[in-house]
């Protein structure tokens, strides 16, 4: 089983909709949750952040963490088209825990349709 | 601050050739990172470096070298292109202190073909 486990989609939607995005993982030992946004052509940018478990709202973009499940969710209100892109999960142990890198997902690739 | 700078930009290599991808931060960050990207494959951890002098392999650092002699730069170097590895390179660096949560900053990419 891989570490982190993220569908590569690629999802389409129309404006206006909710989007979910999702990923579990298997290592109980991260306790900090990340999104980064990656649009086509242009590296990745942080877009949440979550430490362990709980919600976290910033606008129109929702991070959820359930440690229990090992699950964590970006939840995306009134989509837009300029959401269009791919999104990232990324998460870690901290650097209180012998600080290995980020553990990245494959990425879920987002359309939003106008 | 102009963040994570990469160079060049897009290079088309011929088997067997070597090559530097050029990294550079000016946001004094401790950790220093290569990553390359495959379509639908996600990020893959080529190399790291905690600080000057100190670099660590990744997931995928078969190919790969790396020196990290300043704060700043981070070069990867590419000894006998081969066309796996054909990809596109980030570089990112973040600030690592006990107790803090990670943010990776990213550069732009570098697109490598070889043929």
């Known amino acids: 089983q891989k570490e982190v486990e993220q569908d590569p989609g690629p999802l389409s939607v129309p404006e206006g909709a909710i989007v979910s995005l999702n990923c579990t993982y298997s290592?109980?030992?991260?306790?900090?949750f990340m999104w980064y946004r990656q649009y086509s052509r242009k590296g990745p940018e942080l877009l949440m952040y979550?430490?362990?478990?709980g919600n976290k709202e910033d606008g129109r973009f929702t991070a959820q963490v359930d440690k229990s499940s090992k699950y964590i969710s970006l939840f995306i209100r009134d989509s837009q088209p300029s959401d269009s892109a791919t999104y990232l999960c990324?998460?870690?142990?901290?650097?209180?825990?012998?600080?290995?890198?980020?553990?990245f997902g494959k990425g879920t690739r987002l359309s939003v349709i106008a | 601050n102009a963040g994570v700078t990469q160079t060049p930009k897009f290079r088309i290599l011929k088997i067997g050739q070597s090559m530097t991808l050029q990294c550079t931060q000016d946001?004094?960050?401790?950790?220093m990172y290569w990553y390359r990207q495959d379509p639908g494959m996600g990020l893959k951890l080529i190399y790291y470096s905690v600080g000057a002098g100190i670099t660590d392999k990744g997931e995928v650092p078969n190919g790969y070298n790396v020196s990290r002699s300043t704060t700043e730069d981070f070069p990867l170097r590419l000894e006998l292109a081969a066309p796996s590895q054909t990809s596109v390179y980030f570089c990112?660096?973040?600030?690592?202190?006990?107790?803090?949560?990670?943010?990776?900053?990213f550069g732009p990419g570098t697109r490598l073909l070889v043929l």
């Open positions: 290592n109980s030992a991260f306790q900090y």
């Open positions: 946001m004094n960050h401790n950790y």
């Open positions: 990112a660096s973040s600030y690592i202190t006990s107790g803090a949560q990670e943010t990776q900053y």
């Open positions: 979550t430490y362990s478990s």
């Open positions: 990324a998460m870690s142990s901290g650097a209180d825990s012998g600080n290995t890198p980020l553990v």
